[in-house]
Nanobody, 120 residues
Framework: QVQFVESGGGLVQPGGSLRLSCAAS????????MGWFRQAPGKERELVAR???????NYADSVKGRFTISRSTTENTVYLEMNSLKPEDTAEYYC??????????????WGHGTQVTVSS
């Protein structure tokens, strides 16, 4: 059974940092691209960052230069280091693996996510 468990969210002041973790299980993690997504209240879920099986990364323009995605094959975990956080980064954050390169369908159901709130 494919499963994703996100953690590491919290309340942080603008300009602060957080590190999110996503523990994946139930599939060959090392062979799959992984992505971090977020969804703010009243908005569509959006792809924030992605990493291929080989370690190539890609970011949404809104987080480029501030967020870093990485992965540990030994731990079956993908991370999202978030720096210089802004109030507009406030959202529920999720991870998942795409079924194909189109990133339109995903391997598992969406987990509970981890809430990030950026506020003074």
């Amino acid at each position: 059974q494919v499963q994703f468990v996100e953690s590491g969210g919290g309340l942080v002041q603008p300009g602060g940092s957080l590190r999110l973790s996503c523990a994946a299980s139930g599939f060959a993690f090392g062979n799959r691209a992984m992505g971090w997504f977020r969804q703010a209240p009243g908005k569509e879920r959006e792809l924030v960052a992605r990493i291929t099986a080989g370690g190539n990364t890609n970011y949404a323009d809104s987080v480029k230069g501030r967020f870093t995605i990485s992965r540990s094959t030994t731990e079956n975990t993908v991370y999202l280091e978030m720096n210089s956080l802004k109030p507009e980064d406030t959202a529920e954050y999720y991870c998942n693996a795409p079924i194909s390169s189109s990133w339109s369908t995903f391997l598992g159901s969406w987990g509970h996510g981890t809430q990030v709130t950026v506020s003074s």
